[in-house]
């Protein structure tokens, strides 16, 4: 690629065969990290340039960012966080990052701090660090939580910014999942709940090709107060793997979010089944919630977040939902325990209190 094509075909040359994830980043039982752009890097002088021209605006992946999918189409990056830019500088015909052009960085420490304190810089290296970060302030609050649930967690606050989905839009879905994963976290909401959006979590362990069943209690006031609503479903766990990329993780684990029928008929449905009956198959379409992106989307990672959004009364379908958590056996074999979390929120656009209607019900059944 000519080094102006940086800017005339950005950003579709992100999704190139060369611009893919290099190892170990696309394993499963790790966390990836791609980068988004903090501006368009142009300084006040450079902006007056014609020979100097941007790349990005905020927030838009970041033009050395790479796209997964990861091993065996897992998703990934899982997240994106800034870690600068690039600027294409006409009369010397070259890309400039953040240590040539301070503007085109993010601020960092330097690497001989006796003789400069701060330098500039771009990578995804720099946004790595942003998410390690956050993750400790969640491990803060959670001294005692897993990996798997800080994980979770993290996926569960995240979101794919609005300017880097308008970006990639004449790109597909894919290309979202591929450069961003399951977007920028945001701390303060995988740490906290509020008012109108309450986050319950678990950490449990399954036996493998069995299931586990959640009663999730749905207030009144989210089935039927005008407008949109959420649950979002977000799990993590860490299977074994193999260095062979053939037969790469030896069990799977998946979710699905059943209303509108009791746990009885969840049980029933969900039971082990001998072998003449088959695979268990999916519950019908109007118990099972039409979760984002789909089970053949987010069963490939071991890190998996998927919502439903609901603008209607949907008092019909009662006030308990279940969550379904499955594990299901590969060459590990079927003996054994695999551990995981998982968390579930719960949000109306509304100010509701949905936080103290759910902790009386939490309260009730204790």
Same mark, same amino acid.
């Given at each position: ?29 790790i966390v ?49 966080? *800034?870690?600068?830019? /690039?600027? &294409? @500088?006409? =009369? ?12 085109? !960085? ?124 959420? *649950?979002?479903?977000? /799990?993590? &766990? @860490?299977? =074994? ?12 684990? !998946? ?9 009885d008929e ?29 089970p053949g ?70």
């Amino acid at each position: 690629m000519r080094v102006e094509e940086a800017v005339t075909e950005y950003p579709a040359y992100l999704m190139e065969d060369t611009n893919r994830l290099c190892e170990p980043a696309g394993g499963m039982n790790i966390v990836t990290v791609g980068a988004i752009a903090h501006g368009n890097g142009l300084s006040t002088r450079a902006a007056d340039n014609v020979g100097v021209r941007a790349i990005t605006d905020a927030f838009e992946p970041s033009p050395f960012s790479r796209a997964g999918p990861g091993v065996r189409g897992a998703i990934k990056p899982d997240f994106t966080d *800034i870690g600068g830019t /690039l600027i &294409y @500088d006409g =009369p010397t015909a070259a890309l400039h990052g953040g240590e040539v052009r301070p503007e085109a !960085g993010v601020m960092s420490l330097h690497y001989r701090p006796v003789d400069r304190l701060f330098a500039a810089r771009s990578g995804t290296s720099h946004a790595a660090p942003l998410v390690a970060f956050k993750a400790s302030q969640i491990l803060a609050r959670f001294p005692n939580s897993s990996a798997n649930l800080v994980r979770a967690l993290l996926a569960g606050s995240a979101s794919i910014p609005e300017e880097a989905s308008l970006r990639l839009a004449s790109l597909g879905n894919p290309a979202e999942l591929a450069l961003c994963g399951h977007g920028r976290v945001d701390s303060e909401r995988a740490a906290f709940s509020d008012d109108a959006r309450v986050v319950l979590y678990a950490e449990d362990e399954l036996a493998i090709d069995h299931f586990a069943v959640y009663q999730i209690p749905i207030p009144e006031p989210f089935q039927t107060e005008r407008g949109r609503r959420m *649950i979002r479903v977000s /799990l993590a &766990y @860490d299977p =074994p793997v193999k260095h062979s990329r053939l037969d790469y993780n030896g069990l799977s684990m !998946g979710f699905r979010l059943i209303r509108g029928c009791d746990a009885d008929e969840v049980f029933e449905h969900y039971r082990q089944r001998a072998q003449a009956e088959g695979p268990v198959p999916d519950m019908e379409n109007r118990f099972n919630c039409k979760l984002t992106p789909g089970p053949g989307i987010r069963e490939k990672s071991s890190l998996q977040t998927a919502s439903v959004t609901f603008s209607r009364d949907i008092s019909a379908y009662g006030d308990n939902y279940f969550l379904v958590v499955r594990c299901a056996g590969g060459w590990s074999g079927d003996t054994g325990q695999q551990s995981f979390a998982v968390t579930i929120e719960i949000s109306h656009e509304a100010e509701i209190a949905l936080y103290e209607r759910l902790r009386q019900r939490v309260r009730v059944r204790t």
